[in-house]
């Protein structure tokens, strides 16, 4: 059987994507019966899925580690040999591939928040350390000038803080869970966010035990025969967010 492979390359944007759907339908295809495979991205798939969704296509976002280990000995790539690849590990995979779909919106708002807290958490870190170890050699105009921004940025973590907590009880389903988590002792804003963020609303995870292996948490045995007798112990392929957090 000989199959004729495609291939058409578009911009990664609202005009390019709608040129995707045209071309589809120019070879035949109807987008609504297709499925769309992509790799799981972060920002650089939002708006293709976006797209999809307001379409009413079906779509499912892999992770990218999963399509490279399924794909054996690979020798050369780039872009067309990657869509391949991902189409063939969709078209092998279609009976079992999740349908993905887009979190609330304020689960989407929720996740950018938390991603700007962390980004000034980690410039303020960086200039404690500065006026902490470099105190002798840093001049009194130096320091001052790094206590401001300190202070600044200590308003705005606070204000996104606000912020996140205004999200939160504006959605009771959210606001439920968010509640639920923070009752656990030495669970705090940052930790509850994250949870309700990465299990899109404790969507995504159908028991505790995927979540802890998703968290990097879970234990595993490292046993074959008898000779291999490793140590049980976590996999380093896990979400080092959430783990680090924790």
Request: hydrophobic share 40%; glycine share 6%.
């Amino acid at each position: 059987m000989v199959i004729n492979l495609l291939h058409y390359q578009s911009a990664n944007d609202n005009k390019g994507n709608r040129a995707i759907i045209k071309w589809l339908i120019k070879q035949g295809a109807n987008p609504k019966e297709a499925l769309f495979c992509m790799e799981h991205t972060g920002v650089y798939s939002i708006k293709i899925a976006v797209f999809l969704e307001k379409n009413k296509c079906s779509y499912s976002m892999v992770s990218p580690l999963h399509i490279k280990r399924s794909l054996g000995i690979v020798r050369g790539k780039n872009d067309k040999i990657d869509s391949f690849q991902i189409s063939r590990f969709c078209y092998l995979h279609r009976a079992e591939l999740p349908q993905t779909v887009l979190p609330l919106k304020s689960i989407q708002i929720l996740r950018g928040l938390i991603n700007e807290r962390e980004r000034l958490v980690k410039v303020q870190t960086s200039e404690k350390i500065v006026i902490h170890e470099l105190k002798e050699t840093n001049t009194r105009g130096t320091i001052k000038r790094i206590k401001c921004r300190i202070a600044l940025l200590a308003k705005d973590i606070s204000s996104i803080e606000r912020e996140m907590e205004q999200v939160i009880n504006s959605e009771p389903n959210v606001f439920k869970n968010y509640e639920l988590v923070r009752s656990v002792i030495g669970i705090g804003l940052v930790n509850s966010i994250l949870f309700i963020v990465y299990t899109c609303n404790f969507q995504s995870f159908t028991d505790a035990r995927k979540y802890a292996c998703y968290g990097g948490v879970a234990p595993f045995e490292h046993i074959s025969g008898t000779s291999i007798r490793g140590k049980t112990r976590v996999s380093h392929i896990a979400n080092k967010r959430i783990k680090a957090n924790l």
